[in-house]
C-alpha cells in the first residue's frame, strides 16, 4: 500500500525559505510522477511542481517558477520541495502525491496523497 506522509512546513517570512519533504513507502516507484499541489482556503487545490522519479525531470507552475524546486532521492524513497522567496500567496496546506505514468498537474489524475503539510507565510 502505497504512503505518503509529509514534513517541514511552518511559519516563515516573506522572503524566507522552507523545504518540505515527502517519504515515500509501499512500493517501488520507478515509473511514477511525484507531484506537489496546494491548497489555500476556500480555494481549489493546485499544482505546484512534479518530479519524474527515475529521470528527476521536473515542471513548475508559472507562479512558483525561479523560486521553488522539485527533487527527489531515489535512495531514501524521499521527495522535496525547496521553497525559497516565499510570498504571503504561498501560504496553504501542501501535498504530495503520486501517479503512474506520464505527467499531468490535474489533481485528479493522482491516485495517491499524503496528508499535506501547512506552510503560513507572514507579511
Known amino acids: 500500500q502505497v504512503q505518503l506522509v509529509e514534513s517541514g512546513g511552518g511559519l516563515v517570512q516573506a522572503g524566507g525559505s522552507l523545504r518540505l519533504s515527502c517519504s515515500a513507502s509501499?512500493?517501488?516507484?520507478?515509473?511514477?510522477?511525484m507531484g506537489w499541489f496546494r491548497q489555500a482556503p476556500g480555494k481549489e487545490r493546485e499544482f505546484v511542481a512534479t518530479?519524474?522519479?527515475?529521470?528527476?525531470?521536473?515542471n513548475y507552475a508559472d507562479s512558483v517558477k525561479g523560486r521553488f524546486t522539485a527533487s527527489r532521492d531515489n535512495a531514501k524513497n524521499m521527495v522535496y520541495l525547496q521553497m525559497s522567496s516565499l510570498k504571503p500567496e504561498d501560504t496553504a496546506v501542501y501535498y504530495c502525491?503520486?501517479?503512474?505514468?506520464?505527467?499531468?498537474?490535474?489533481?485528479?489524475?493522482?491516485?495517491?496523497w499524503g496528508q499535506g503539510t501547512q506552510v503560513t507565510v507572514s507579511s
Open positions: 502525491a503520486a501517479k503512474v505514468g506520464s505527467y499531468s498537474r490535474y489533481p485528479s489524475n493522482y491516485a495517491y
Open positions: 509501499g512500493r517501488t516507484f520507478s515509473g511514477y510522477i
Open positions: 518530479v519524474t522519479w527515475s529521470s528527476g525531470n521536473t
